[in-house]
């Protein structure tokens, strides 16, 4: 009984102005290989590399821890679309984050990692 008082309790660490500014690797998994992203973001833009294509975005934070991207350049219906994203938890050099195209529910989350 106390273990699960104990959990219910429990509060993710979010520091998320540390990850507001810097140079950040994510990995995901894309048709059964792992791809990384490394993106370099100021308070409001993002600047992403993937696969040797670079890619700018605005960012709109809407408080601490829940931003918009927008890609700046879309190359097709799918890249208008604005992300939304929202830091669940940190630790002292990455974030654990869920991310959606804004007005779809259907969430995937990931963890980035501060490189700089």
């Excluded at 490394?38 to 809407?62: C, H, L, P, Q, Y």
Aim: proline letters at 3%.
């Amino acid at each position: 009984m106390l273990c699960l008082a104990l959990a219910a309790c429990y509060e993710p660490q979010r520091d998320c102005q540390h990850f507001h500014e810097g140079t950040f690797r994510f990995m995901a998994e894309i048709d059964g290989q792992r791809q990384t992203t490394v993106f370099t973001r100021t308070r409001d833009m993002e600047v992403s590399e993937f696969n040797g294509k670079t890619d700018s975005a605005s960012v709109r934070w809407i408080n601490d821890c829940e931003y918009i991207l927008t890609n700046l350049n879309p190359e097709n219906w799918a890249e208008e679309k604005p992300l939304h994203l929202k830091i669940l938890s940190t630790t002292e050099n990455s974030y654990t984050f869920e991310y959606k195209l804004v007005g779809t529910t259907r969430a995937s989350r990931g963890t980035a990692v501060k490189v700089e």
